[in-house]
């Protein structure tokens, strides 16, 4: 028996994830049936805890090399998302140049770096030999061939055009990784720009204040209120700041797991979707995913419903998550694929419009993709503009705080000069 990890959809429509033993995937897909639960993900224990089969620490540390010699090795042995293209655009090749799927694959995992992806490789292509189909073989390791990785590979399988389906997955994963490189950009830059403004308020606070504090204390004047208030700010920092170090830590790791609970992340999707400035740049973001996405797959052969519940899967947003899950039920039900999308706010009219022409021609995939180009360019204005208006908005506000404590600071002094004239 083995031991399968699956995530399914019971009668109620609500995913639920757990772990079954059966003799074989279609064992355990019917036994899951018979409880009323549709499979949408299954894969093997084993393949789901580590993609390998190192099941302890030291042995994936030392690795033997073809020498036979032990090495130590950091860090991740899995691909990045450039090895993964490079991998599926030689593999391609090989398949359309007419080298045997079983020698392409051995090819590969021997020239792989990464132990770990080579492995995988090697694995893949013992199931294949054992009389797997490379979809079925795939699918055991989903943290290096992901839901639409699989689905394209099935559709090309089944329509025979396994090479040119692996080319067009090519071009989808080096837009994938542009847009995910977008994302951390225009997620990184204004956090960059707030802990700037957080390390000169500190290097104030510091070093600065208790200067004029320890003067203002042996005059035995008066304080402003605004003065006061500074060096208390102060005080507090140089005094207590092994509690505030403390209390950010201690905050950081309960906001990070309560952005992994449900209510957490539904929350921060949300207003990341909805933040001033910000918000525009991650929806042009998510509408240019969801087009590449969906272009990428029907054009390869893959059915618009699974097409969508990958496209949910797939989003990274909890908010987007529902909205296309809605789209493809309200499409279940008969709707044409135009009509859910105006229902909600996150597709603008243009590409409403846009799907509506190329559903009714018959050429939505075409469509999807000249949406996805639109958006290309647009998700790097979008960008750039962010990064023109925060930047002099974060310049005006830095020099806001740092101002006000240098007039905090300069007010008793001023206050003295006058009593003095």
């Not at 080298?99 to 694959?105: D, E, K, R």
């Not at 207590?240 to 790791?253: C, D, Q, T, V, Y």
């Not at 296309?324 to 419009?353: Q, W």
């Amino acid at each position: 028996m083995t031991s399968f990890q699956y995530r399914a959809k019971n009668r109620k429509g609500k995913i639920v994830n757990g772990e079954i033993a059966a003799a074989n995937k279609n064992a355990a897909k019917a036994a899951l049936a018979n409880k009323g639960l549709k499979v949408t993900r299954l894969v093997t224990q084993e393949a789901s805890d580590t993609g390998t089969s190192n099941s302890n620490f030291l042995t994936r540390i030392l690795i033997k090399d073809k020498q036979g010699k032990y090495q130590i090795r950091l860090g991740s042995q899995l691909p990045t998302t450039k090895e993964l293209a490079l991998f599926t655009k030689q593999f391609s090749l090989m398949i359309e140049n007419g080298i045997p799927m079983l020698q392409s694959l051995q090819m590969l995992a021997d020239q792989q770096r990464k132990v770990d992806f080579a492995e995988i490789i090697g694995k893949v292509n013992r199931s294949i030999e054992s009389g797997s189909t490379l979809t079925d073989a795939l699918e055991s390791y989903p943290l290096v061939f992901d839901q639409l990785f699989v689905a394209m590979t099935r559709a090309g399988e089944a329509s025979g055009r396994l090479d040119v389906i692996l080319k067009q997955l090519v071009t989808y994963i080096e837009k994938a990784a542009k847009l995910k490189a977008q994302v951390k950009s225009a997620m990184a830059y204004p956090l960059i720009i707030v802990c700037v403004a957080v390390g000169v308020v500190t290097l104030l606070l510091v070093f600065v204040v208790p200067t004029f504090a320890k003067q203002f204390t042996d005059s035995g004047q008066e304080l402003p209120a605004i003065t006061a208030m500074v060096i208390d700010m102060s005080d507090l920092l140089t005094n207590r700041w092994m509690e505030i170090i403390g209390g950010l830590i201690a905050s950081f790791f309960l906001l990070k797991w309560w952005a992994k609970t449900p209510a957490g992340k539904s929350t921060i999707d949300t207003y990341i979707l909805k933040a001033p400035i910000l918000g525009d740049v991650m929806t042009k973001i998510a509408v240019g995913r969801f087009c590449s996405t969906m272009s990428t797959m029907m054009s390869s052969g893959v059915a618009i419903l699974e097409a969508l519940n990958i496209c949910a899967a797939s989003s990274g947003n909890t908010r987007i998550e529902e909205f296309v899950l809605n789209v493809r039920d309200e499409i279940s039900k008969g709707s044409t694929f135009s009509e859910p999308l105006a229902n909600g706010t996150l597709f603008p009219k243009m590409v409403i419009s846009m799907v509506a022409v190329g559903e009714s021609t018959g050429t939505l995939d075409e469509t999807l993709r000249k949406v996805t180009d639109i958006y290309d360019q647009e998700v790097d204005n979008a960008i750039a503009a962010m990064m023109s208006m925060i930047e002099p908005l974060m310049i005006v506000v830095i020099g806001g705080i740092v101002g006000f404590i240098v007039i905090a600071m300069y007010l008793p002094i001023f206050s003295l000069a006058g009593t003095l004239g």
